[in-house]
């Protein structure tokens, strides 16, 4: 009788997992297929379809010329190690620079530590202050400028080598042999690919003979040449960007041939024209879907030195230019688009002062967000009198406001 009972729970007890099996699947059925506006349960996404459209979005930051005068690389000159250090001057743009993805300047002189540095007409700039603005996070150089061949074609291979060793930067404009010139390279930034192409109108007649026999080692502005690079690299890349280093030295408007290269450029597939050389600030525009930054200016340079009165008053003043790139793809039509908005500026300056603990002349680029009386006595007139060039052709760029007293 015992062994009969037993029996029976052990039915009892097999009927009761089996039905609790049968209800557990019944309600784990319910909650898969329950109404997906049904927010009380972590199942209601399942089967809903994946969004046919996709948005990714960068920012870009670019300011102007490096242009590096014998009293910058003196001040940042250590006697007791022998070595160079620039980033002291560096220490606002370092964090002006963060929150950017793409972070441009123009490197307006050569570096060749094999020969001895020089300064203005012709320039040597010691590697380091390259080290230091790509460690205060510049991503993205032009090379080609009228200071590009002046040590020569060796000191032009030299500086070409030492850019093309840095990975994390692009770097464009000059070349050491044939093949490094048709290496387009391409970058990313949060899912939107680009690259830079930089062209330089001259090199104050300097390296004649060598361009000729080897005309990769910096690009001179040809609208064949221009073209063919264009057509290798439109198709690869969402953004293209092309730097140029144009126009008249010291002079506040863009010449009507930047204006007409700035529309061959636009109509070519160019989505952003960086421009430099002037030393000074010039105006912006858009033409058609293409952003034109005619002169950024000084980033940073010794020109507050100079004997004439524009050069020192334009010399010192530059900026930084920021816009927002963003691309939509849309996987059901198999179509990408790309939007370049909230153009914004900030002036910036560059301030030399007595260091008491180095005991000689430094420099320090401030933003005129950043701005302090001490710096700049008349800052606010300054701010207005460039504000108003760089809004000549276009006023509805944002410029940063000084900041409050």
Not at 84 to 100: C, Q, R, V
Not at 113 to 127: C, L
Not at 151 to 176: E, F, Y
């Amino acid at each position: 009788m015992a062994r009969i009972k037993r029996k029976v729970k052990r039915k009892i007890i097999f009927l009761t997992f089996i039905i609790a099996i049968i209800l557990l699947g019944f309600f784990s059925f319910k909650l898969v297929f329950r109404e997906k506006d049904n927010k009380d349960t972590p199942f209601n996404n399942l089967f809903t379809p994946e969004d046919p459209i996709k948005t990714y979005k960068a920012k870009l930051i670019a300011t102007g010329d490096g242009l590096i005068h014998s009293p910058l690389y003196n001040a940042a000159y250590n006697s007791s190690t022998g070595t160079y250090d620039f980033s002291n001057m560096l220490t606002f743009t370092k964090e002006k620079l963060k929150g950017y993805d793409i972070k441009y300047y123009n490197q307006e002189t050569v570096f060749d530590d094999t020969q001895s540095y020089t300064s203005y007409p012709v320039f040597n700039t010691p590697s380091a202050f390259g080290q230091n603005m790509i460690d205060a996070g510049f991503n993205l150089v032009s090379l080609a400028t009228n200071h590009s061949m002046d040590k020569g074609a060796s000191g032009a291979k030299v500086s070409a080598d030492w850019w093309q060793r840095q990975n994390n930067v692009l770097a464009t404009g000059m070349a050491s042999n044939e093949e490094n010139s048709h290496n387009y390279v391409i970058k990313e930034a949060n899912g939107i690919t680009y690259t830079m192409l930089s062209y330089t109108y001259g090199t104050n007649g300097l390296g004649g003979q060598a361009l000729a026999n080897e005309p990769y080692l910096v690009n001179l502005f040809d609208e064949e040449k221009v073209l063919e690079d264009i057509n290798a690299v439109r198709d690869k890349v969402d953004v293209l960007i092309v730097a140029m280093h144009w126009g008249e030295e010291y002079r506040q408007t863009a010449t009507e041939k930047q204006r007409s290269q700035a529309k061959f450029l636009a109509s070519s597939g160019v989505d952003i024209v960086l421009g430099t050389h002037s030393h000074c600030i010039e105006p912006w525009e858009w033409i058609d879907d293409t952003v034109v930054f005619y002169s950024f200016g000084n980033f940073i340079s010794n020109q507050m030195g100079a004997e004439q009165a524009l050069v020192r008053k334009v010399g010192t003043v530059g900026m930084f230019a920021t816009l927002d790139i963003t691309k939509t793809v849309d996987t059901e039509n198999n179509t990408t688009t790309i939007k370049i908005d909230n153009i914004g500026a900030d002036l910036n300056y560059t301030y030399r002062y007595y260091n008491q603990e180095k005991r000689k002349n430094d420099y320090l680029v401030i933003p005129f967000s950043k701005m302090e009386r001490q710096y700049l006595n008349n800052y606010e007139e300054v701010y207005n009198e460039f504000s108003e060039v760089l809004k000549q052709y276009d006023s509805s760029i944002n410029i940063e406001p000084l900041p409050s007293t």
